[in-house]
């Protein structure tokens, strides 16, 4: 095998990796507004919702970790040559915040919002308005630290 297809399969596990993360969030992000539906509708029963994508943050961190080993594998094989370009310097410093963004804000407001569905009270309007409210920040983050990324991926602005 040559190098150049080496690098191409590095390229297409990366690829494979964006769409499982990217994936997982928004999936996340459109299963969220139906669960809002059904809580203003049902209240607390509304948390089967919750249950049935419970495993999608594995499969983000999944595509984190391909974008990451394929991303280190392709710089290895180019000898580092993208990092001195500003695109690429750039990328980098938004692909920090966006994982640093999922690790710990998103996976913080998510273990909130079912750490308040599991109290099955009905008086927790407040805080659950307040997780409501963070999460769709966290996730409008999200989308645009994806744009902002593919766009310095593909037209490398230098
Ligand atoms: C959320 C994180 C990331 C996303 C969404 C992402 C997205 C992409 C996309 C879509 C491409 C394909 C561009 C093209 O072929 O035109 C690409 C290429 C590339 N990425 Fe990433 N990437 C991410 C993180 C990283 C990281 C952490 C590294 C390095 C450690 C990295 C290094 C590279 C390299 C070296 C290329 C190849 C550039 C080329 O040959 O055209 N990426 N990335």
């Given at each position: 095998?040559?190098?150049?297809?080496?690098?191409?399969?590095?390229?297409?596990?990366?690829?494979?990796?964006?769409?499982?993360?990217?994936?997982?969030?928004?999936?996340?992000?459109?299963?969220?507004?139906?669960?809002?539906?059904?809580?203003?509708?049902?209240?607390?029963?509304?948390?089967?919702?919750?249950?049935?994508?419970?495993?999608?943050?594995?499969?983000?961190?999944?595509?984190?970790?391909?974008?990451?080993?394929?991303?280190?594998?392709?710089?290895?094989?180019?000898?580092?040559?993208?990092?001195?370009?500003?695109w690429?310097?750039?990328?980098?410093?938004?692909?920090?915040?966006?994982?640093?963004?999922?690790?710990?804000?998103?996976?913080?407001?998510?273990?909130?919002?079912?750490?308040?569905?599991?109290?099955?009270?009905?008086?927790?309007?407040v805080?659950?308005?307040?997780?409501?409210?963070?999460?769709?920040?966290?996730?409008?983050a999200?989308?645009?630290?994806?744009?902002?990324?593919?766009?310095?991926?593909?037209?490398?602005?230098?």
């Amino acid at each position: 095998m040559t190098t150049h297809t080496f690098f191409q399969i590095f390229l297409m596990l990366h690829l494979v990796g964006f769409v499982l993360f990217a994936g997982a969030t928004i999936i996340n992000f459109v299963t969220l507004r139906q669960f809002w539906q059904q809580y203003e509708l049902e209240g607390i029963k509304a948390k089967t919702i919750l249950q049935s994508f419970s495993k999608l943050p594995v499969l983000g961190r999944i595509g984190m970790a391909a974008i990451i080993l394929s991303g280190v594998g392709m710089m290895a094989m180019t000898r580092g040559v993208f990092g001195e370009q500003i695109w690429f310097r750039i990328k980098f410093g938004f692909v920090i915040v966006i994982i640093l963004n999922a690790l710990l804000v998103g996976r913080r407001l998510g273990l909130n919002l079912r750490k308040l569905m599991e109290e099955n009270k009905e008086e927790i309007t407040v805080k659950i308005n307040k997780v409501k409210s963070n999460l769709r920040m966290f996730h409008t983050a999200q989308l645009v630290l994806f744009f902002i990324i593919l766009l310095l991926s593909v037209f490398k602005f230098n």
